[in-house]
């Protein structure tokens, strides 16, 4: 049960959501917003179903992330309808609403049919959802301006929100230090898993999203998707990027661990942690975030020349040759919310020398964002720098010896407050 703390909050939430819904339809022309949980479509050619997470307007306001074939019918000035899907089956267990105070702000159904519910006297009905769900309910499908207005309302957490992303990250955190120490006594990456399974209460098919365990050189591929179940005979390095699901809402944190007698790859996270937290202290409203991704890079740099991986180069330059895009690949980081890449970050393309950044907007108080520098040694992206013509500053024999530690990435979830920043992630660390 959680706090009444939370549960006041979520009350509150409620009725600013409302605002802000209605707001939105009327800006847009709708007396009535029919919003579709999801389902989990059944795999072709079998009788089985992929996992099921939830669409996240639904989980925006209910936070219910099992519940298929639910509905969610917003009206102005009237009580969210909430419609839940029970069905009379005895091959599965019906859902289980549980009777918490906010279920006061909505009129609830219980329905024995997956159709939506009944729209009244809704003239300018939208409904939004997967398409497929949705082919059989009258009213304008999914329309482009509502639905990036309805994102928007996304972007400025309530302080309910911030409540449960910061137990999310508590949680996760308990995961991560039981994540390290089964590393460090030896365990492979499924062990490694399961220790994180086990500390935070979470079947993988709940988490946020696959968690990424690397050990040794696993840790350089970004989102490594596999488990070996057998320890390396010598455990290097470990990655693990995994969060967990708390009400909805997702940490996403990543901490990398160095093995015993790893000297130089221990020093270089170090580095990279002193870096990650001067770059989380740079949050704070009106700081453009793509500035601090640009700040990435020149650390970088100056991790790379410090550490002898790179020489001879100013670390303007080495930013300016696309020499740190070798060694860090990806964006610093996201919106975080009901969904892990929370949505409305990118309002245009990322720029040319940020192709993957997911997030190009000034900051502002109540967003919530990730701050996730990475140092890793691929293969892919090193070769061709090693063998182009800038190969002669780079230090060819260091990276053989520390490319079987793969990488490291360090991952915090930052909110941005009026005057600066909260650190969730540090904060559930002590
Ligand atoms: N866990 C995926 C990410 O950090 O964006
Ligand atoms: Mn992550
Ligand atoms: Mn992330």
């Not at 059944?42 to 306001?61: C, K, M, N, V």
């Not at 267990?93 to 219980?110: K, N």
């Not at 720029?351 to 701050?371: C, H, K, N, Q």
Request: proline share 6%; hydrophobic share 40%; with cysteine.
């Amino acid at each position: 049960m959680p706090n009444t703390r939370i549960l006041s909050l979520q009350a509150e939430h409620v009725g600013i959501l409302q605002g802000r819904y209605e707001r939105v339809l009327e800006t847009h022309g709708y007396d009535g917003l029919l919003i579709s949980s999801g389902a989990a479509p059944t795999r072709y050619g079998d009788d089985q179903s992929w996992h099921f997470q939830g669409f996240g307007p639904f989980l925006h306001w209910t936070g219910l992330t099992g519940f298929e074939h639910a509905w969610l019918l917003i009206r102005p000035g009237r009580k969210p309808l909430l419609s839940v899907y029970q069905p009379v089956d005895f091959w599965h267990a019906s859902v289980e609403l549980a009777q918490e105070p906010w279920l006061a702000a909505f009129e609830l159904l219980y329905s024995e049919s997956r159709s939506a519910p009944e729209s009244g006297d809704i003239s300018q009905l939208a409904v939004i959802g997967d398409p497929p769900l949705l082919a059989e309910v009258p009213g304008e499908h999914n329309p482009g301006a509502l639905c990036g207005a309805l994102d928007e309302t996304r972007v400025h957490k309530t302080n309910y929100e911030i409540a449960c992303l910061a137990q999310a990250n508590k949680l996760a955190m308990a995961g991560h230090h039981a994540a390290q120490d089964a590393f460090l006594a030896g365990a492979s990456e499924f062990e490694i898993n399961l220790a994180f399974q086990r500390a935070t209460l979470q079947r993988e098919a709940d988490a946020p999203y696959h968690s990424i365990i690397g050990v040794n050189e696993h840790a350089g591929t970004l989102h490594y998707q596999y488990y070996d179940t057998t320890a390396p005979t010598k455990p290097r390095s470990l990655l693990i990027d995994a969060g967990v699901r708390y009400r909805g809402y997702c940490s996403d944190i990543t901490r990398t661990t160095a093995g015993a007698g790893e000297g130089r790859f221990g020093a270089l996270v170090q580095g990279l942690e002193q870096l990650q937290r001067r770059l989380g202290s740079m949050v704070a409203p009106g700081v453009d975030y793509v500035d601090i991704h640009r700040k990435t890079h020149l650390g970088i740099a100056a991790l790379l020349s410090a550490a002898e991986l790179v020489s001879g180069l100013s670390d303007d330059d080495m930013v300016s040759e696309g020499i740190t895009r070798a060694f860090f690949p990806h964006g610093i980081g996201h919106f975080l919310g009901v969904q892990v890449h929370d949505v409305a970050g990118k309002p245009e393309l990322s720029p040319a020398d940020a192709p993957f950044l997911r997030l190009m907007r000034t900051l502002e108080s109540g967003m919530v964002v990730t701050i996730e520098p990475g140092l890793y040694f691929i293969p892919s992206l090193l070769e061709p720098l090693l063998s182009g013509p800038l190969g002669h500053h780079v230090n060819r024999p260091l990276i053989n010896e520390l490319k079987g530690c793969g990488g490291i990435r360090i991952e915090d979830n930052v909110v941005v407050t009026g005057t600066g920043r909260r650190n969730l992630t540090r904060e559930a660390e002590v």
